[in-house]
């Protein structure tokens, strides 16, 4: 009798576990930028930020369609390569995800955003900004930073009007990010009377750039600006500094504007005529953003580059539109998703019917003593 009674309780602790097991549902947010090579810090900041999401979901016990959810990332690395980037992507449908925050490159985002629409998987981005990413009009993809075009005409407006520059020689990675800035840039810096005297090209795993500053140099202009990443933004003010181009003033786009920019720069004097222009606000004016950053930087110490608040709020917009639509379906909670009204740490996050970010605004910083300071 005494057998048969433990029997009868070891097995109604096994239904009562089974049962508290089928009442709990895993959630997988992908999470998509280049973990490796030159633009690894770019991605572990990405990284960081949805991470940081994660754990602050869990904490929550969020119950949605009667279930407890159980947060996870799977973090993915595309190397910055639109072959890698689009692997990834078909990896992530196949795993069925429930959404995708990514990828961090506008050359691996774009076309990895047909085959998220294709397998009807939103996806997040707070880092790629050419204007290509929301022409096709896929449901299921989507931006929350300022795009290229609010970008590159900043930085024509700025260097016309406050810098008082004349003329201009512009660079470009021939990525799709680097070349769409500079074409924004250069088409905008004309319409504004400034006269773009040189139009060089390189790539985005170049490291020699004297060629191209020494033909340059001879043009003679006030300003180059650089459309592409900070890899090779260093590089090349400490070759400007070899060639006797301190002088000249230096701009870029939100891949050139990070805090590693001073160090990959080696001391540059040409670092002190650096200005670039980021989408969002400073993380001073953020709504959330100086005590967000105490919270990472005790997380991720001297991780911090430049998008990772975006990050951990594309996942908390992900999450949003899941508990308001009570379903963690991708084609369920998408139709709230294009509803959102989001109060993050980076703004209160709304939709365009293209599905580019409401009032989307941008900052401008420079490099007083090799720090990087957004202007007021």
């Given at each position: 009798m005494q057998l048969q009674l433990k029997l009868t309780v070891a097995a109604?602790?096994?239904?009562?576990?089974g049962m508290a097991s089928a009442q709990e549902q895993v959630?997988?947010?992908?999470?998509?930028?280049?973990?490796?090579?030159?633009?690894?810090?770019?991605?572990?900041?990405n990284a960081n930020g949805v991470l940081m999401a994660i754990a602050d979901l869990n904490k929550q016990n969020i119950t949605i369609g009667g279930k407890k959810i159980k947060w996870e990332a799977d973090v993915e690395d595309d190397a910055a390569d639109p072959k890698q980037g689009t692997?990834?992507?078909?990896?992530?449908?196949?795993?069925?995800?429930?959404?995708?925050?990514?990828?961090?490159?506008?050359?691996?985002?774009?076309?990895?955003?047909?085959?998220y629409h294709d397998c009807g998987i939103p996806?997040?981005?707070?880092?790629?900004?050419?204007?290509?990413?929301?022409?096709?009009?896929?449901?299921?993809?989507?931006?929350?930073?300022?795009?290229?075009?609010?970008?590159?005409a900043g930085m024509a407006h700025y260097a016309?009007?406050?810098?008082?520059?004349?003329?201009?020689?512009?660079i470009d990675d021939r990525t799709a990010y680097g070349q769409g800035l500079a074409d924004i840039f250069a088409d905008t810096a004309k319409k504004l009377g400034l006269n773009v005297v040189d139009r060089q090209y390189t790539t985005d795993k170049a490291t020699d750039f004297l060629p191209i500053l020494t033909a340059i140099k001879g043009k003679k202009p006030d300003a180059i600006f650089f459309g592409g990443m900070d890899p090779q933004g260093g590089p090349m003010l400490r070759q400007m500094d070899q060639l006797g181009m301190t002088g000249i003033r230096f701009m870029g786009g939100d891949g050139l504007?990070?805090?590693?920019?001073?160090?990959?720069?080696?001391?540059?004097?040409s670092l002190a005529n650096t200005a670039c222009a980021e989408g969002g606000t400073s993380l001073q004016k953020m709504p959330g953003g100086v005590e967000w950053k105490k919270r990472y930087d005790a997380a991720y110490p001297n991780q911090f580059q430049v998008y990772s608040p975006y990050t951990y709020d594309a996942t908390m917009l992900l999450a949003d539109a899941m508990k308001r639509a009570d379903s963690t379906d991708p084609k369920v909670y998408n139709a709230k998703l294009e509803q959102a009204n989001y109060k993050g740490i980076t703004s209160t996050i709304a939709f365009e019917p293209n599905h580019e970010v409401?009032?989307?605004?941008?900052?401008?910083?420079?490099?007083?003593?090799?720090?990087?300071?957004?202007?007021?």
């Open positions: 109604a602790l096994v239904a009562a576990c959630v997988k947010i992908g999470s998509v930028a280049p973990m490796s090579g030159g633009q690894a810090h770019y991605g572990k900041d692997a990834v992507a078909q990896k992530l449908c196949d795993m069925k995800v429930n959404g995708v925050v990514g990828h961090l490159n506008s050359g691996t985002t774009i076309p990895a955003s047909k085959i996806m997040v981005t707070g880092a790629a900004t050419n204007p290509d990413l929301t022409k096709p009009g896929y449901k299921e993809i989507y931006r929350i930073i300022a795009n290229d075009s609010a970008l590159g016309k009007d406050v810098l008082k520059i004349k003329t201009v020689a512009v504007c990070t805090v590693k920019l001073a160090e990959l720069s080696g001391g540059a004097k409401k009032n989307a605004a941008i900052t401008i910083s420079t490099y007083p003593g090799g720090k990087k300071t957004p202007l007021e």
